[in-house]
């Protein structure tokens, strides 16, 4: 399974992007894909996650309200639709897929990871 997650930059405060992640190869029957961050000198976090059908979905705490996970299963594909960002989510932004039914918000429970897309917002 190949991973290859789009779509960050630098944007202002109280701005808003758009993260996708295209997953190719052998696909679980079920998954559930998921968005990690990681800011310099601290581990990955849990961001976000959807499941394969689009029936659940998970969010840390810090994003509730702000960011928005969506995914399209016939193109194996998944968004993170970020708003009201802050200088606190600056970070490489991390798309990964973990084959099951459930959404994690362990990093080790994923087993393939895409390249990271940085994210940068200035105050």
């Known amino acids: 399974v190949q991973l290859q997650a789009s779509g960050g930059g630098l944007v202002q405060a109280g701005g808003s992007l758009r993260l996708s992640c295209a997953a190719s190869g052998r696909i679980f029957s079920r998954y559930v894909m998921g968005w990690f961050r990681q800011a310099p000198g601290k581990e990955r976090e849990f961001v976000a996650a959807i499941n394969w059908s689009g029936s659940t979905t998970s969010y840390a705490d810090s994003v509730k309200g702000r960011f928005t996970i969506s995914g399209d299963n016939a193109k194996n594909t998944v968004s993170l639709q970020m708003n009201s960002l802050q200088p606190g989510d600056t970070a490489v932004y991390y798309c990964?897929?973990?084959?099951?039914?459930?959404?994690?918000?362990?990093?080790?429970?994923?087993?393939?990871w895409g390249q990271g897309t940085q994210v940068t917002v200035s105050s």
């Open positions: 990964a897929v973990r084959g099951g039914l459930y959404t994690e918000i362990d990093v080790r429970k994923y087993h393939y």
